[in-house]
């Protein structure tokens, strides 16, 4: 299921959220003009390794420092098209009516909040892995998380395919991010102890990461509107 677009009508522009989309396709497009191994020192330099952080020292090539700054920078790396894409259309649906509902500065917040949460749920769930952690994932679940507790009954339009046959259906949130949310919970508890490269590269513990501080952020912030 891949969601389009939502039925909400916002009052505001969406100056954050649009961007934090800039930013991130700006990212995407210069990873495109790097050679292999350009490219794989921009992702070990700025990405989130978890021994890197939990033992306090910067693995080459050098990163930025304090090194858990590296939980900011990387959620704006992405591996390839469909990370990208698909991160960022999950932005463009859900994340222009969370900020209507809090406003620019609360948005940014619980979107970088929500991001380092997510990462250091990561870090949690494997904390000796020398693989860099990089995507907007863990900050983008955040965003769903909110966007649940917000409008849980705001129906989304959703591409589903059933065989060869594809069609646009309304789907009430609270049924399209929930299984979501259930489904990355379930793979997080089935991945733990194995390996990176056997998960796909996919950061489960991160997304749920992300999805809880997004529940718990936007409970916050909206009680200080």
């Not at 940014?108 to 991001?115: I, T």
């Not at 997304?207 to 952020?217: K, S, T």
Request: proline residues 6%.
């Amino acid at each position: 299921m891949i969601p389009i677009s939502d039925e909400l009508r916002r009052r505001h522009f969406p100056i954050i959220n649009l961007t934090l989309i800039l930013i991130t396709t700006i990212v995407f497009i210069y990873e495109l003009t790097l050679s292999g191994n350009q490219l794989q020192r921009l992702i070990m330099s700025l990405g989130a390794i978890p021994e890197e952080i939990v033992a306090g020292r910067d693995i080459p090539p050098p990163g930025p420092h304090p090194l858990w700054l590296t939980l900011i920078t990387s959620m704006f790396l992405h591996g390839g098209w469909f990370h990208f894409g698909g991160n960022m259309l999950y932005l463009w649906v859900f994340g222009d009516n969370v900020e209507d509902a809090l406003g620019k500065i609360k948005y940014l917040f619980l979107y970088l909040a929500s991001g380092i949460i997510a990462g250091g749920a990561q870090i949690l769930s494997n904390p000796n892995s020398t693989m860099p952690s990089i995507g907007a994932s863990g900050a983008i679940a955040g965003v769903l998380g909110a966007y649940l507790l917000l409008y849980p009954r705001a129906r989304v339009e959703t591409l589903v395919a059933f065989g060869f046959f594809i069609t646009l259906i309304p789907v009430p949130a609270i049924l399209l991010i929930g299984l979501w949310a259930v489904m990355q919970f379930f793979n997080g508890i089935a991945s733990l102890g194995i390996g990176v490269a056997q998960t796909s590269g996919v950061a489960y513990w991160a997304h749920v990461g992300g999805f809880v501080a997004g529940l718990v952020l936007v409970s916050v912030l909206r009680r200080r509107l």
